[in-house]
T-cell receptor, first 113, second 118 residues
Framework: AQTVTQSQPEMSVQEAETVTLSCTYDTSESDYYLFWYKQPPSRQMILVIRQEAYKQQNATENRFSVNFQKAAKSFSLKISDSQLGDAAMYFCALNNAGNMLTFGGGTRLMVKP | NAGVTQTPKFRVLKTGQSMTLLCAQDMNHEYMYWYRQDPGMGLRLIHYSVGEGTTAKGEVPDGYNVSRLKKQNFLLGLESAAPSQTSVYFC?????????????????FGEGSRLTVL
């Protein structure tokens, strides 16, 4: 069985500042994908960023980047230059080769103007 | 682009009533999933399907049934609704289990269906 843990139920950040959301996971697979999804109040699940486990280079998407530590099974999300529109629930997720996505419990991010 | 569409978006049921949630995808995806989302627990997999005519149990299958008669549709049924099934339900789809060839393992989600059981 695979598990995903997000230890921060809530985080807050000042607009234009940087925030890091934590995620740890456990899996026996060697080949897998990791994701961060954003869920705004509209409820829509929006893919923020993905990381292939076999790639050592950390993924980046504009203001969003990850710190992927495979040995430590850690996958944190860094949001730079935070904007009011970044306020949402963020879910870390793990997808093994069988395409089953396991989610963490989520982190609610608040952005202060 | 429709993507993944769920109906209905909202529903209120009385205990013991039955209902069906419909999910439709227009991306020709092989895999389809039903998740439920509860506060503080993220999304948990109820049932999934790896192709037309197939279904399998996920993490929390009790009290639900599913059917995948057509590749593009995945139905979630509640035969006798209980208050514990009050939740937001998400349908999702993906290419399949072959990573590569355009399949990055990403799931594509519908907008969710809020179900309240009184």
């Amino acid at each position: 069985a695979q598990t995903v843990t997000q230890s921060q139920p809530e985080m807050s950040v000042q607009e234009a500042e940087t925030v890091t959301l934590s995620c740890t996971y456990d899996t026996s697979e060697s080949d897998y994908y990791l994701f961060w999804y954003k869920q705004p109040p509209s409820r829509q699940m929006i893919l923020v960023i993905r990381q292939e486990a076999y790639k050592q280079q950390n993924a980046t998407e504009n203001r969003f980047s990850v710190n992927f530590q495979k040995a430590a099974k850690s996958f944190s999300l860094k949001i730079s230059d935070s904007q009011l529109g970044d306020a949402a629930m963020y879910f870390c997720a793990l997808n093994n080769a069988g395409n089953m996505l396991t989610f963490g419990g989520g982190t609610r991010l608040m952005v202060k103007p | 682009n429709a993507g993944v569409t769920q109906t209905p978006k909202f529903r209120v049921l009385k205990t013991g009533q039955s209902m069906t949630l419909l999910c439709a995808q227009d991306m020709n995806h092989e895999y389809m999933y039903w998740y439920r989302q509860d506060p503080g627990m993220g999304l948990r997999l109820i049932h999934y399907s790896v192709g037309e005519g197939t279904t399998a149990k996920g993490e929390v299958p009790d009290g639900y049934n599913v059917s995948r008669l057509k590749k593009q549709n995945f139905l979630l049924g509640l035969e006798s609704a209980a208050p514990s099934q009050t939740s937001v339900y998400f349908c999702a789809s993906s290419y399949g289990n072959v990573i590569g060839r355009g399949n990055t393992g990403e799931l594509f989600f519908g907008e969710g269906s809020r179900l309240t059981v009184l």
